[in-house]
């Protein structure tokens, strides 16, 4: 069982829905990373947080570190939004290394 | 400003061949460097990871060797690729952003042939 896990892992939405993904993980953290990988592979870093609520133009992420899930969520979505998000959980310490989850593959449709 | 550089974009190579890939950073001095591969249909897995030059810790056995010949230059290798090196390899580090914290590479797809 994967540590981090998302949901649904794959999304197809009809352009100007809101959009919800959602990250469960497993164990406590420091930071929760919201990213973002576009068809060509690169990774795009969208959020680190560690509590409450982050906006950046139209994507907001939450996190509950009580109930250890996370949320992105993209309001008024548009088809250049396709991709694929992953979220990752980051433990501090010696590594500083993120565990990943499997990623969310949205589609969405003009 | 901070930036990372990776190369190659695409590689394939045959079985057997040796690999390098290289990265590295601008805009700071003595970053925590990473290398991580996503497999077909998996999540991406850390497989190296650096504090500084010369000092590599390896999270996974492998067929992978990685290499830091200078603070901002870190290098992954191999001797003799194997099918299963196929994948697709992000370098990445940890910025003092507290808005972001990771940056990563462009990334690097590999095809053992």
């Known amino acids: 069982k994967n540590e981090v896990e998302q949901s649904p892992q794959n999304l197809t939405a009809q352009e100007g829905e809101f959009i919800t993904i959602n990250c469960s993980y497993s164990v406590g953290i420091s930071a929760l990373h919201w990213l973002q990988q576009h068809p060509g592979g690169g990774i795009v870093s969208l959020f680190m947080l560690s509590s409450g609520k982050k906006k950046h133009g139209r994507l907001i992420a939450t996190i509950n570190i009580q109930e250890k899930h996370s949320s992105l969520h993209i309001t008024a979505s548009h088809p250049r939004d396709s991709a694929v998000y992953i979220c990752?959980?980051?433990?501090?310490?010696?590594?500083?290394?993120?565990?990943f989850g499997t990623g969310t593959l949205l589609a969405v449709q003009p | 400003s901070q930036t990372i550089h990776q190369w190659p974009a695409t590689l394939v190579q045959p079985v057997g061949s040796p690999l390098s890939l290289e990265c590295t950073v601008e805009?700071?001095?003595?970053?925590?460097l990473y290398w991580y591969r996503q497999a077909a249909g998996r999540g991406l897995q850390l497989l190296f990871y650096s504090v500084g030059i010369g000092q590599i810790s390896s999270e996974v056995p492998q067929n992978l060797s990685a290499s830091r010949p200078q603070d901002r230059q870190f290098i992954l290798s191999s001797k003799k690729l194997l099918l299963s090196d196929s994948g697709f390899y992000l370098c990445?580090?940890?910025?003092?952003?507290?808005?972001?914290?990771?940056?990563f590479g462009s990334g690097t797809r590999l095809t053992v042939v």
């Open positions: 805009g700071t001095s003595n970053p925590n």
């Open positions: 990752a959980r980051h433990l501090s310490g010696a590594t500083n290394k993120l565990i």
């Open positions: 990445a580090w940890i910025t003092d952003n507290p808005n972001y914290g990771y940056t």
